[in-house]
């Protein structure tokens, strides 16, 4: 069975960090593109940060840029999101993605180009 999982949510305050891991069980992710998605009630689904198969070049979104960390670690079949000094705009369900690389890293982070999901992880941001 092809699955994605996401762990490491949480309630955090601002200023805080967590590590978001998304691991994939019946596929490998050495190849794939990987993306860590969120999303707000009544928001359309951004893309935060995502991390090529085929470069390992990645793509921050602006609002995160200095603050989060894509990485992958293929031995252990996992893609992380550090996020560090976290802010209460931070706060959504986090999604991570995969499939095989179509184009640059910054131009596939959307949500169309993607068709394995995880069933996401909530981070709240609150003191």
């Known amino acids: 069975q092809v699955q994605l999982v996401e762990s490491g949510g949480g309630l955090v305050q601002p200023g805080g960090s967590l590590r978001l891991s998304c691991t994939a069980s019946?596929?490998?992710?050495?190849?794939?593109?990987i993306g860590w998605f969120r999303q707000v009630p009544g928001k359309e689904r951004e893309g935060v940060s995502c991390?090529?198969?085929?470069?390992?070049?990645?793509y921050y979104t602006d609002t995160v840029k200095g603050r989060f960390t894509i990485s992958r670690d293929n031995a252990k079949n996992t893609v992380y999101l550090q996020m560090n000094n976290l802010k209460p705009e931070d706060t959504a369900v986090y999604y991570c993605a995969a499939e095989l690389p179509v184009t640059t890293v910054q131009d596939m982070c959307v949500t169309v180009f993607f068709g394995s999901w995880g069933q996401g992880t909530q981070v709240t941001v609150s003191s």
């Open positions: 991390i090529s198969g085929s470069d390992e070049s990645t």
């Open positions: 019946g596929f490998t992710l050495d190849y794939d593109t």
